[in-house]
């Protein structure tokens, strides 16, 4: 079965590699997005849009928006049309639960997907996909991956989700029925090749991997959720994730005119850089490569310090003379997602460019940035019981999604 | 992606096709059962074992047994020993449905399914795959197949299963919770390279295809029905079927051990010829290939006379003198899976195959055979009510399902 298409070209042409569960960059190099928008054939996201997401929403558009983080888009001006016009969306966005604690990359969409919840006052859905984690890690059972599932539940609904407008699944417990007949509505569109070619899969895989697309893709779909949308079939969907999800959207896309439904929308955003440089993922098989949720103020101190890359020079007489290099300094990457305050941002990054505020400056500033979005998480999650889970989690319509 | 080991041996080797989509053979021979079984590696139904079914169910084995139209097997021995220890079983079949009508041929494992329900007194499990036939058929919607199951099961009911021992179940229904639990570890065990060797897909097929095995799998494991065996996870399982669906099972009981699961037993029938002759399946696209549950006794009668194959010599002169060759006339072989009295059969193959009985008069009394039964069935399913569909088809406990 070739899986040539799509992973041998992003290869060979783009020497690196991004699908869902693989980022690299040949020697280390930066990975380059624009090279992926022309890669993925997604769009970017340019000013005209984010001030028309600020002139829409009647609020400052958010720090992801600003910054770029969240850089490219397919078809977000459609969706700005339609509700332009008066026709609301629905979210979507989901996560893979792989390990008991989230890392603050893993928080990125959910706080801007949250951010869109609330500046367009339109109901979000988020799939849990167990099932995917189950298929994909040899040794992890049913059991667990749904327990997973839960507790990742748990620091999702601590970015501050308002349960009358969002719909928590877990695709274990959720899918049967309209959803299913959907996810195979799409199956029967989409041949092995062309799934081996996205995915990169190979005849030795398991037939599990191949099943699973279509379960991510049916979400995309208001008749996935019968008991949200019984009576709003043509609602357009927005998917905000992390441009490594492009694949499975664009089989999405492909397939939805030929089942009679809108292709959904997208709002992509970059990876969040491991602590040790901007080459690739955070990966949890290292703890020292991430600031995790519930890190310690201590183990946050430490880590920074420690691992987070810098691009100051090797001695403060080099510092002072050539300034830090901001391209590869993670703290200054790290400000850029969080640090909210866009004027002391520029004031850092000026100083610091210039080598007037060394790297110890900078990584403090970080360091009580995290501390504070850490201990903010931690004492959400805290408030999360398992009746808030079980609320999120009901089937259920949601009367007043759209106000 | 390779498709050889199987499908390739199959035809080359034995100069014949046999998979869950495709019967034929070579040159229109008649299909080799010794090959099949030594080809699938199952064993042959012997008469010890039919004299132990009599024994344990203390009635008559059925006429199917008794003539071999249930020829092969899978360790029913080891159904048999623990039925004799006092543990109990369950049965499962199931059906494509594939158009409003059933061919008597259809009607064998329902039967025979039913005789097995009433001799060891044990629950059925009956899968309507309903998501496979919209899989497979190009321009069968969602909502089309999900009414030909219901259509099919009032022919399955008819057929007279008892509704205290008995659950029906549509695919596009029931599958999700456990039951899909199941077919995602299921099809965690069976690579892409396996399922295209069992069934013959390839590159262009599309995923639905591949998705589908793990949910014909799925029903052999009792923990896929929480509300009839939630108490019972270790009950074993016992599926009559033709041989075509053996490629399935020989999947299912390679990955039972692997997810720690009993092997489920097969008890497998011959292929029902067509009325022209038996080197196939009857098709559902040539009407007077079969005879229909719903044809009347004039079609009954006009389809026999013109369309069975008879053995029977072209004039009455050769006829008596050489006999009819019993090999392969149709009338017999149809009177040898529906004319009880072995007796009456006796003497039939006896003179008809001396030539002192003519093609006619066995003919004549294949239409009264059939006629009945179709009248039979006629009478039972006109008595199906929709509320009827409903209770077998309801989620709910069996109660007395072991008595």
């Given at each position: 079965m070739p899986s040539e298409e799509v992973a041998v070209v992003v290869e060979e042409e783009f020497q690196q590699v991004v699908t869902p569960w693989e980022v690299s960059s040949k020697n280390g190099e930066k990975i380059n997005y624009d090279k992926i928008i022309h890669q993925f054939g997604c769009q970017r996201l340019d000013k005209s849009l984010i001030d028309r997401v600020q002139r829409l929403t009647s609020r400052p558009p958010h720090v992801f928006l600003r910054r770029g983080v969240f850089f490219a888009h397919r078809d977000l001006n459609e969706i700005l049309d339609a509700y332009e016009n008066g026709d609301m969306f629905y979210l979507y966005t989901g996560r893979?639960?792989?390990?008991?604690s989230l890392h603050i990359g893993h928080l990125i969409p959910f706080m801007f997907t949250k951010y869109l919840q609330d500046a367009f006052k339109v109901p979000v859905v988020i799939q849990l996909t167990d099932d995917e984690k189950f298929m994909w890690?040899?040794?992890?059972?049913v059991e667990k991956s749904k327990e997973l599932a839960r507790e990742n539940a748990k620091d999702i609904i601590a970015c501050g989700f308002n349960i009358s407008r969002t719909f928590i699944f877990s695709d274990f417990d959720y899918v049967g029925g309209k959803f299913r007949e959907n996810s195979l509505r799409i199956g029967k569109c989409v041949t092995l090749n062309k799934v081996a070619s996205i995915f990169g899969l190979?005849?030795?895989?398991?037939?599990g991997k191949v099943s699973f697309p279509p379960v991510q893709a049916a979400?995309?779909?208001?008749?996935?959720f019968p008991h949200l949308f019984e009576n709003h079939q043509n609602l357009r969907c927005l998917i905000p994730c992390a441009i490594d999800q492009d694949p499975y959207f664009r089989m999405t896309r492909d397939v939805a005119p030929k089942i009679g439904y809108n292709k959904p929308s997208l709002i992509e955003s970059t990876f969040f850089p491991a602590l040790q440089g901007e080459s690739g993922k955070m990966s949890a098989s290292d703890p020292n490569s991430a600031i995790y949720v519930n890190d310690t103020a201590k183990s946050i101190r430490n880590k920074i310090y420690h691992?987070?890359?810098?691009?100051?020079?090797?001695?403060i007489e080099n510092h002072h003379k050539?300034?830090?290099?901001?391209?590869?300094?993670i703290p200054i990457k790290y400000l850029g997602f969080f640090l909210e305050d866009d004027e002391e941002l520029e004031h850092i990054r000026r100083e610091y460019g210039a080598g007037r505020m060394l790297t110890g400056e900078v990584k403090n500033r970080l360091i009580e940035v995290l501390t504070e979005i850490v201990e903010r998480h931690r004492r959400a999650r805290a408030a999360v019981t398992d009746e808030m889970v079980d609320a999120f989690m009901a089937v259920r319509p949601l009367p007043n999604m759209f106000r």
């Amino acid at each position: 079965m070739p899986s040539e298409e799509v992973a041998v070209v992003v290869e060979e042409e783009f020497q690196q590699v991004v699908t869902p569960w693989e980022v690299s960059s040949k020697n280390g190099e930066k990975i380059n997005y624009d090279k992926i928008i022309h890669q993925f054939g997604c769009q970017r996201l340019d000013k005209s849009l984010i001030d028309r997401v600020q002139r829409l929403t009647s609020r400052p558009p958010h720090v992801f928006l600003r910054r770029g983080v969240f850089f490219a888009h397919r078809d977000l001006n459609e969706i700005l049309d339609a509700y332009e016009n008066g026709d609301m969306f629905y979210l979507y966005t989901g996560r893979g639960p792989s390990s008991d604690s989230l890392h603050i990359g893993h928080l990125i969409p959910f706080m801007f997907t949250k951010y869109l919840q609330d500046a367009f006052k339109v109901p979000v859905v988020i799939q849990l996909t167990d099932d995917e984690k189950f298929m994909w890690k040899d040794n992890l059972s049913v059991e667990k991956s749904k327990e997973l599932a839960r507790e990742n539940a748990k620091d999702i609904i601590a970015c501050g989700f308002n349960i009358s407008r969002t719909f928590i699944f877990s695709d274990f417990d959720y899918v049967g029925g309209k959803f299913r007949e959907n996810s195979l509505r799409i199956g029967k569109c989409v041949t092995l090749n062309k799934v081996a070619s996205i995915f990169g899969l190979k005849g030795e895989d398991h037939i599990g991997k191949v099943s699973f697309p279509p379960v991510q893709a049916a979400p995309s779909f208001p008749s996935s959720f019968p008991h949200l949308f019984e009576n709003h079939q043509n609602l357009r969907c927005l998917i905000p994730c992390a441009i490594d999800q492009d694949p499975y959207f664009r089989m999405t896309r492909d397939v939805a005119p030929k089942i009679g439904y809108n292709k959904p929308s997208l709002i992509e955003s970059t990876f969040f850089p491991a602590l040790q440089g901007e080459s690739g993922k955070m990966s949890a098989s290292d703890p020292n490569s991430a600031i995790y949720v519930n890190d310690t103020a201590k183990s946050i101190r430490n880590k920074i310090y420690h691992y987070a890359f810098s691009g100051g020079q090797d001695s403060i007489e080099n510092h002072h003379k050539f300034g830090a290099n901001l391209e590869v300094d993670i703290p200054i990457k790290y400000l850029g997602f969080f640090l909210e305050d866009d004027e002391e941002l520029e004031h850092i990054r000026r100083e610091y460019g210039a080598g007037r505020m060394l790297t110890g400056e900078v990584k403090n500033r970080l360091i009580e940035v995290l501390t504070e979005i850490v201990e903010r998480h931690r004492r959400a999650r805290a408030a999360v019981t398992d009746e808030m889970v079980d609320a999120f989690m009901a089937v259920r319509p949601l009367p007043n999604m759209f106000r």
